[in-house]
């Protein structure tokens, strides 16, 4: 079985270093990343899936990424869960 990624910006679970998002209940969520998630919430109000791409895009490159990179990271953000359905 394959490595859990963040259903809403496709990072590697294992890679958060929170271990995860928070639902809210506190627990920790299976699902999303703790840069996505925080208390039962998305963090970043963003509803157009292409708009949070470039925002992803933008946080990475900000981060160090090399942007033709990062738009290669995030292709698969639109088949993610919280995109799926529109």
């Not at 990624?5 to 627990?27: E, R, V, W």
């Not at 109000?45 to 995030?74: C, F, H, N």
Request: hydrophobic share 35%; glycine share 10%; proline share 5%.
């Amino acid at each position: 079985m394959g490595q859990k990624h963040c259903q809403s910006c496709d990072m590697p679970l294992s890679k958060d270093p929170k271990g995860g998002g928070t639902n809210a209940d506190g627990s920790l969520s299976d699902k999303y990343c703790s840069m996505c998630y925080v208390d039962g919430v998305f963090a970043v109000d963003i509803r157009d899936v292409k708009e949070y791409q470039r925002w992803v895009i933008s946080m990475m490159v900000d981060d160090g990424w090399w942007r033709p990179m990062a738009w290669l990271m995030t292709r698969r953000i639109p088949k993610l869960e919280r995109w799926r359905n529109g």
